[in-house]
């Protein structure tokens, strides 16, 4: 009998921790520092991506210049930020549940995310499980962040599982795409704020609330219990 | 020549100013002072409903007793943290140009919000335009704050338009209700972070993406130029 090894594939912010809505402050903070004014809803449809993009991305849309130093002050600038706000930063319902199941189940499972170790790694302790058995792809670790796959594929080839057969969980539109150029199936959950369609219209396969509800319906996504 | 006289009726929080992800925050950090754990996109999900039923409804989805002492100190701690956050709080691009646009147009208009004075109140000054002459129907004014339709039909009232002939415009999903019940055409603005999609399910007549693109297309709204 030949049975497919399937694997999950965790973004983090939004995904696995309550972090994007401090994460979008802190980019807010970060660009009035540099007299750059953006709407917050804005910041908040593009977190996900890769923070040099993201920074890139916002210049351009504002008409400002984009001079490396300046993309450098402000991913610093957003990383202090961030780090003032991490003491309200909870672990999603659900994520540690989620992962001691899979770990369990010996369902293969890596995460992969746009952050940067720094800022990922604080945030990464709260969620209660042994990560140094577990691939961590964060984006120190390759040439292109979401929503270019290589974050996806780099983590699927740590598991030396086939991407084809990969689940790719993900809260925003930037993880979804990811996943289709992947070849991975898109998991979408709306715990970052986006809503319901926004993930749909991505590609995503399915969308359950948060981590907890996706554990709950884990027989779905070919996961026996 | 009979001419229908309209009229706008703006929320405030996210339609007008920026404020949204801001009172996200603060009412997280208010619930984790209660250490009451809640994620913080269903918090944003909630905003923009009266501060009661809000905190009713977070301490009755989160199975936690509904003590009148609970509700009165969770609001307090909300608007101390919003507070702490308003230095960062901006209009929204667009804002002051479109309600000068209306003045200027002689079309009257009028801010309906969920919030209290003291919170509305210094967010409301930096829009730059003359409020002492337009009514602001605040929580402290009606019985039953949004999704009931009382804000906004208080606030037509104050103008002596028939609400039947008001566009009410707003962020949120319960401005779109509330404009419904009222019998008044909803105008979404994407600005608050709720899903376009959202909005239309929710009954909206059009929705654009902040003040300024509403301004753009204001003659799709019955103002001429």
Redesign the interface.
């Known amino acids: 009998m030949h049975v497919l090894q399937s694997a999950f594939l965790f973004d983090l912010d939004g995904t696995l921790i ?1 972090s ?3 994460h ?2 802190a980019w ?2 970060a660009l ?1 520092e540099e007299r750059i ?1 953006l ?3 804005r910041i ?1 449809r593009k977190i996900g991506m890769s923070g040099g993009l993201f920074a890139n991305m916002l210049l351009r849309e504002t008409g400002m210049n984009i001079e490396p130093d300046r993309i450098e002050r402000l991913q610093r600038r957003h990383a202090e930020a961030y780090k003032a706000r991490i003491g ?1 930063v ?1 672990p ?2 659900g994520a540690h549940d989620l992962l001691m199941f899979l770990t369990d189940a010996r369902i293969p499972w890596a995460i992969a995310t746009s952050g940067r170790i720094e800022t990922a790694g604080p945030a990464m302790e709260t969620l209660g499980v042994d990560l140094s058995r577990v691939p961590i792809i964060t984006r120190d670790k390759v040439k292109h962040a979401k929503p270019d796959p290589d974050l996806f594929l780099a983590a699927a080839e740590s598991l030396k599982i086939d991407i084809s057969h990969c689940f790719v969980v993900g809260d925003s539109v930037w993880d979804m795409l990811a996943a289709q150029r992947a070849r991975a199936l898109g998991v979408g959950v ?9 993930l749909e219209r991505a590609g995503a396969y399915r969308v359950f609330e ?1 981590p907890a509800q996706l554990l709950k319906h884990i027989d779905e996504l070919g996961a026996r219990r």
């Open positions: 309550d994007v809505y401090e979008v402050l807010h903070e009035l004014e709407s917050v809803w908040h309200q909870r999603l319902p709306l715990s970052g704020g986006y809503g319901l369609e926004e948060d």
